[in-house]
């Protein structure tokens, strides 16, 4: 599926990622956690194609991609933690904009005449989540004048509407009530049982029990866990992921200490 | 299943009769057309230049007239809108451009949208509220207003584009919002006052020497000052700049001359353009 060696990126002085090894599971849910600044969101991004790496390689399907690549993204989707579309544009011009980039532009011309032929487009487009979200009335109206939590919506119908293989969700239920964020927990795991892939950030420890097949666990850009989240739980002797989580970055702090021992000595 | 329906109904405003365009180019710039078209700010800026021509063609005593005050309004308000909405707008399409990014488009295609979507309908709205004035006013009997109507038209929105580009290349190469309208605001003043103020020194300093070509360069060297000129010229007040205006007039109003204007404004689009976009294709989002 998803095959990282040796990643690295630089901002000026600091070494975001330090070399990164990670062979994501096909049919998994990874949640990808770590303190702040361990460099989540730049891994991410840099699957994404939005960050450029300064070294090492990612292979999707077993194909490297390279900067420049476009088309390998059409196998992604991507919710990110902050939703900011056109504020002009209805939803429905948002979707049929994403929809139209994606090459479904025909899909479209189905939907036209969706009364002839129903069901048709959903063999290629997912859009579940616009039901189970009861978006319908919204759809209309400019993407200014919706809530941060319907717009989120808007943001987590994007992600699922093309099917992709791979979908990364950054914080997806940050912002969502108990219900929608419930609606988007359960879509993951019937979207999972279909075979799909999932890379998952949450600082929500109870979404991650739920949904986190394996855990990569980051400290300053290296990978310092990786592994199914019942191996965690034996090697870290706790029964909760949350504990678990912790005591990895209890851990952290103690390496660090021998770290600046080791160089003080 | 019902719900593909959604996409049906209500979106007349995103369909042109025109067939859907292949390029991602033009399906990004489709949509980023009609959501800039349908900007408070953007009536706001057409209002303000059909406000401002019908005033002086009103007030302003004539055709010739009025035109030469709407050349400095055009020449002082044309790059500090650009330069100050450009910045902002697209430091505020940031996430979405990032979302736009995560899709099989290239950053390329993707800049070339940002910049025509936002340069477009600007230039529209100033070519608008520029030319409805003179359609109900009339261009009163002077035979020479309506090329100097036409070159205003073309060196506003050559300007737009201009400015549209440099404040493209500022915002995507500082993060800091607040920075990057800072610097926009100082290039505005940099290029619109100081960059005269240097120049009429260097002229006074060197007034014994025949000093015309390189003040002629460095008029070239400022897209505003290469505007100014291009339409002063046009006026039998060109001659009030005295030898030197003389010398420009000579200079821009033979064909030569306006072959060398046209493309060193062409270049003025052409860079900025070109370094904003290697800037955004080289950047970490």
Redesign the interface.
Known sequence: MLEITGLTKRFGAHAVLGGVDLALRPGRVTAIVGPNGAGKTTLIKSVLGLTRPDGGEIRLDGVAVRAGDDAYRARIGYMPQVARFPENLSARELIAMIADLRGMGAVRGLADGAADAPGAPDDLLDVELLDRFALQPHLGKPLRALSGGTRQKVNAVLAFLFRPALLILDEPTAGLDPVSSGILKDKVLAERAAGRTFILTSHIMSELEELADDVVFLVEGRVRFAGPAEELLRRTRQTRLERAIARLMLDRVDARDDDANGAAA | ???????????G??RSPLP?PRS?LL??LR??L???A??RWLLGYAAFFLLATDALLRFGGGGPKALLSLVNVVLFVIPLVGLVFGTTYLHA????T?????????RGQLFAALWLGLALPLAGAFALGVALPFAWHGLGDDPAALATLLTLGGVGVALTAVFVALAFLIAVRSDDRVKGLGVAVGLWLALGLLYDGLVLLLVAMFADYPIERPVLALMLANPIDLGRVLLLTRFDSGALLGYTGAVFARFFQGAGGTAVAATALALWIAVPVALGRRAFL?K??
């Not at chain 2, 990032?98 to 290239?106: G, H, T, Y």
């Open positions: 299943m019902t719900p593909t329906l959604a996409l049906d109904t209500g979106t405003s995103v859907a991602p399906k990004v949509y980023e009609s959501n800039v349908r900007s399409a940031r996430e979405f990032e979302v736009l990014l995560a899709q099989p488009v290239s080289r970490d989002f």
